[in-house]
């Protein structure tokens, strides 16, 4: 790398973040049981998809990768409050919060 | 090379937090920490040129998000600790996955051919202002700003259905 190259974060260190962000957060959907923590393992892949948009929305030098984000987070914030409502849900009904458990549709 | 600094002090916080969303047993402790990812993802958006999706970021996610987990977590108490894990011989193909996922992507990422990938970014013009969100927005993305309207209406509707559904349930006991 030059001196002028130094001044700042290039592309390829966001995109590898959000790799990671990535692969931690599908780990923690693959590996976790308890519904709740799943959801918060779902955010973490979200936010993961964020850091790259906007890195790519910076790279670009335009705004659309930066909305894509905000509709992204918009999404999320919907995700969330279904997905806690359904977990809230089943939870009255069985006193345990297992999604291997959960193998039944009928309510 | 204080961008790089922080960029370094961003990426670990980040990493590090979300290591301890997915490893911390207590769903309480692991919401705290996905809070530490969130503001540290935030700092990152603001190194990325986009100040206003990173207070977006804080209000909306730090804020309300993980405030909505807490509540959920404080109302269900101490149950939501889970049984044992019957299927945890398995695990392993769930690490066999994430890391040849992650051994694609790192290939990609290192022998990709996009110009300037490893170099400094280039000088960006006003990308990230709440005007230059609000433009393009309304002017160039309208479609997509209703659409997101309509999914917070039918997610509005649906949690009410839901909460609806079941205090029904809970009066016919």
New interface residues.
Partial sequence: MTGAAAAGVPLGMYLGLSGVLFMLGLLGVLIRRNPLLLLLAVELMLNASNVALVGFSRYWNDTSGQIFALIVMVVAAAEVVIGLGLVVSVFRQRAQLDVDQMSEMKG | ?G??IA?GLA?AG??GC??L??TLSN?FR??VA?IG??LS?AV??L????P??AF??II??AG??VT??LF??A??GE?????P???ARY?VF??I??IV??AM??IV?LSTK?P???????P??D??SPQ??G???LK??LL?FEV?SL??L???V??VL??K??VL??RGR
């Fill in positions: 090379m961008e790089q960029f990426a980040a990493i979300g290591v969303v997915i769903a692991a919401a996905l990812t969130l993802v990152i958006f190194l990325e040129a986009a206003f999706v977006v970021q909306v996610y309300a998000i909505l987990f959920v977590l109302y269900l149950r939501v600790q889970g049984s894990d019957r299927l695990q769930s690490w996955v994430v996922l992650a992507g790192a990422l996009l300037g990938i490893g170099d400094a970014p280039r960006v013009d990308i990230g230059a969100i433009d393009a927005f160039e993305h997509a997101t999914v917070l039918v997610a509005a649906g949690a839901l909460a559904r079941a349930a809970e």
